[in-house]
Every structure is written in structure tokens, then in C-alpha cells.
């Protein structure tokens, strides 16, 4: 172990979209402040999540458009899909990200940043074990965990016997799986499915519940059920996986329970996307008196601070939605709070958030259910794609556009947009709902022709028939 204990005004555990933005900032206003990072500089978006998925997504679309070229009246003749070259694409442009971090990170005055794994051996002092082998101790008044989440193992049995992949090593693969069983409907299971099936595997996504994306209203649950299965994908809902286990050939047989019945289906290649966990059991909070939730989440209040004064922690560790624009608010948050001493929360803010299936489902605020269970008075407000004048233009009609809209107000309260561009669709929504306007500003608004924001007007006319 070094002899010497190095002291910090702050120490930020993870390099994370939360984390990175905090050190520099709070670097730039002269704080002497150590970010530790046992991985990778960027986190998991940059270098297990956004970054690389959406990479080998857009390769897919390009796939999924090609195979579509007559219906433009386009010849494009065979093609074929190189699964290496699209990985190595996938893999520069990860590096740059990350290299580009690295470098502001080392060149920042400062800041130091130690390659290691850290756990608190009191409240404020942490030994990082270094990838080098040493030790070292610091300390620092003001600490922040921003250590994430990692893919969940579910427990089912006869997994332990057979290989399955989560949603990083998936994405290393050489050759293409032949038949892809992804067990989980949610955001995850449903890019990486559309995906390789796009790619040329055949795919079957296993679901629990009765739809897909759980917490989704079922209208726009059961069109993206239509979208998949249009694609040739295999969706098999209200199935439990009660045993797996490895069969001739090197596959994998998943036994499930349904309706009372139960059947095997058998892949080559078996995909685990049954949400994440939190990157804590390592940090020994304990020491530090941090209390943590049932399932390892680490309790802060509205302001991100947890159990132990002066020990805060942002992004997906804390629980809560876990998206790389939540993060990077509760940076905001901190910096604010510590740097200029304002009193910042993260009560009432907006979550916005995307799926990146093709066509794109883009969600604020609430889902009709959700306003129905908390009694709200409201109307909804529909359009399908095949009535959007761009989409058909464009051969993109698939989807459809929700907004739920107070009966009292007029103002938006919520809005699900599936069809192409509806993350950014969703987006032109957020900033009216931002600035409080009511549907009518939208309904009213001129809107350059032809655009999908053009197709505001008519979304919100539909209220006035």
C-alpha cells in the first residue's frame, strides 16, 4: 500500500454521464477533485449502452432499408450483412467517445483520475484497489457515487450450464446468430431483437407479462406487438421460462410455462435482457453508514444526498429512471448545489425517454393509465402515421400519435409518439409542456411543409371534433 493518504475537495466514484461533466466542472472552479473509474472512462452509455447500440442500429436500419429498396422503386440487388465490419464501426466510434473523455479527464488542471475499484473505509475515505495491483487511500469532504447498474442474471434454472449473453456481449459476437432467443420485453430485448433479425437471424422474444414494454398503455403496446411480429419476429407474451438448459449442436433449449401448457424453444444463441442491477455489493457503504433500498439501490433524498452527510450519488445507481438524460440532470443538480450553493431538486422534473425500435417510441409524461389511477380529468388526442402526409411520402406509415390533454387546463400532461423521428416528435411536445402553453398553441401553430412537426396541427385538431 502507498504510504501516503492523498486528500481532495471532492471524489466522484464512476465516470458516467453524470460523473464525467461533474469532475470537469467542479475541476474548472478549482476544486482539487479524483474521479476513480474501475472500467472505462464514459460508463456504461458510452461504452455498453447509447454509444454502441444505437451504432449497430442505425448498421440495421441501413440492412432493413436496402431489403426495401423496390418499394421506392430502387434495384439494389443482393446484399448481404458483414456482422465483423459492423462491429469494428461500432467499436471506432465507441473509442472516440471515450478516448475524447480520457483526454478532457488528463488534461483537465486539477484533477486526477485513478483506474481502480473503490470502497469506503469510512465516510470519507475510500481504498481504491488499482488495476496495477497497489492500493491507495483517499479522502475527501464531499463524495458522489455514480457507479451504475450492470445486466441482471435472472434465476432460472439450468441457466448456469449453458452460455447466455447480456446486452454487451452480444454486441462482440463474430458471426451472426442463426436463431436469437431474447428473454425480455422491455427496451433492451426489443432493440437488440428487431436488430438482429434486421441483421438476417431469426428471433423469438420472450415475454412474462401480457405485453410488451410493461408499463406502456396497451394501444401502443399492441402496435409495437404488430411492428415486430410484421418483421418476421417471433413474440411470445404471458411465458414464463422455467428451465434452460444446452442441447445437440451447441444450442439452447428454454422450457415455458404458459396457459397451463408448457413447450421448448430452442436457439443457437440466448440473450438475458431482464433488466439491471446496481453496481454496489463492492463499495462496502456500510462503512460509510450509506443505506441502500431491498434491491441495492442507494436511498437519497430530493436533493441526491444519501444517509451519510456530505455523500451524495447521481445516475442509475440511486434508482429511478434509468436513462443517460436523468444522469446528466443530476449533475446539473449537484453542480448547482455544490459550486453556488442553491438548493436544487429533482422533484417534478420532466422524463423523457426513447425506444429505439424502428419506428422510434418517444414518451412524456404521463401514459393514459397512469392518469386514469390518479383520477385526473382528461381527454386524448390520436393520429396514425398512414394519415401523416410526410410519413407517406416517406413510406412510413406504421405508428401513431397519443397525447392526453387536462380537461380543465388544456395543457399537454402526457404523449406517446411511435413512428419514424417520434423521439424528436416527442421532443417538439416536451418543450410546449415545458413552457406550460395549451394544445391549442400546437394545433394552431405554423409548422414549415412537409414535416412530421406539421402533423402537431392535426394530432390536436382531432380534440375539436
Given at each position: ?9 471532492a471524489i466522484v ?31 456504461t452509455c458510452v ?338 402515421f398512414d394519415r ?78
Amino acid at each position: 500500500m502507498k504510504d501516503r493518504k492523498r486528500e481532495f475537495d471532492a471524489i466522484v466514484i464512476g465516470s458516467g454521464q453524470g460523473g464525467t461533466p461533474l469532475v470537469l466542472s467542479l475541476a474548472d472552479e478549482g476544486w482539487r477533485v479524483a474521479l476513480v473509474e474501475r472500467k472505462a472512462v464514459g460508463g456504461t452509455c458510452v461504452n455498453e449502452g447509447c454509444t454502441p447500440t444505437k451504432t449497430m442500429i442505425a448498421s440495421a436500419r441501413v440492412a432493413h432499408l436496402v431489403q426495401r429498396s423496390e418499394e421506392y422503386g430502387v434495384v439494389a440487388g443482393e446484399s448481404s450483412v458483414d456482422i465483423q465490419k459492423v462491429i469494428q464501426r461500432k467499436r471506432q466510434v465507441v473509442e472516440s467517445f471515450r478516448e475524447g473523455s480520457r483526454k478532457r479527464i488528463i488534461d483537465s488542471p486539477n484533477l486526477s483520475l485513478i483506474e481502480g475499484s473503490a470502497s469506503f473505509v469510512g465516510d470519507r475515505e475510500l481504498e481504491v484497489r488499482l488495476k496495477e495491483g497497489e492500493t491507495e487511500l483517499i479522502e475527501a469532504r464531499t463524495i458522489v457515487i455514480n457507479t451504475g447498474t450492470s445486466p441482471a442474471t435472472p434465476k432460472i434454472p439450468g441457466l448456469e450450464r449453458v452460455e447466455a449473453h447480456d446486452s454487451t456481449s452480444i454486441m462482440e459476437l463474430d458471426e451472426l446468430p442463426e436463431h436469437l432467443i431474447v428473454l425480455g420485453g422491455g427496451y433492451v430485448g426489443l432493440e437488440f431483437g428487431q436488430m438482429f433479425r434486421r441483421f438476417g437471424s431469426r428471433v423469438t422474444i420472450i415475454q412474462r407479462d401480457k405485453q410488451l414494454l410493461s408499463l406502456e398503455d396497451e394501444d401502443i403496446a399492441t402496435l409495437v406487438l404488430e411492428i415486430l411480429r410484421g418483421e418476421g419476429i417471433d413474440v411470445l407474451l404471458e411465458s414464463e421460462p422455467i428451465e434452460i438448459d444446452s442441447c445437440e449442436n451447441n444450442r439452447n433449449s428454454v422450457r415455458l410455462r404458459f396457459s397451463d401448457k408448457e413447450k421448448p424453444v430452442v436457439g443457437s444463441h440466448l440473450l438475458l435482457a431482464t433488466g439491471r442491477v446496481p453496481n454496489t455489493p463492492d463499495l462496502n457503504l456500510e462503512r460509510a453508514g450509506v443505506k441502500v433500498d431491498g434491491r441495492g439501490f442507494i436511498e437519497v433524498n430530493s436533493k441526491l444526498e444519501t444517509t451519510t452527510k456530505n455523500v451524495y450519488a447521481i445516475g442509475d445507481v440511486k434508482g429511478g429512471p434509468a436513462f443517460t438524460h436523468i444522469s446528466y440532470d443530476d449533475f446539473r443538480v449537484m453542480k448547482e448545489n455544490l459550486v453556488n450553493g442553491r438548493g436544487l431538486t429533482i422533484q417534478e422534473r420532466f422524463v423523457p425517454y426513447v425506444v429505439f425500435i424502428d419506428p422510434q417510441l418517444g414518451r412524456i409524461g404521463l401514459t393514459e393509465k397512469q392518469a386514469v389511477s390518479q383520477g385526473r380529468q382528461f381527454r386524448v388526442a390520436t393520429l396514425p402515421f398512414d394519415r401523416v402526409a410526410r410519413a407517406i411520402e416517406t413510406n412510413e406509415t406504421r405508428g401513431m400519435m397519443k397525447a392526453l390533454v387536462d380537461s380543465k387546463t388544456d395543457r399537454i400532461i402526457g404523449a406517446a409518439i411511435l413512428g419514424v423521428e417520434g423521439g424528436e416528435i416527442m421532443s417538439a411536445i416536451q418543450i410546449a409542456m415545458m413552457g406550460n402553453l395549451p394544445y391549442t398553441s400546437l394545433r394552431d401553430g405554423i409548422f414549415a411543409h412537409p414535416t412530421f412537426a406539421e402533423s402537431l396541427n392535426n394530432v390536436f385538431m382531432g380534440l375539436d371534433t
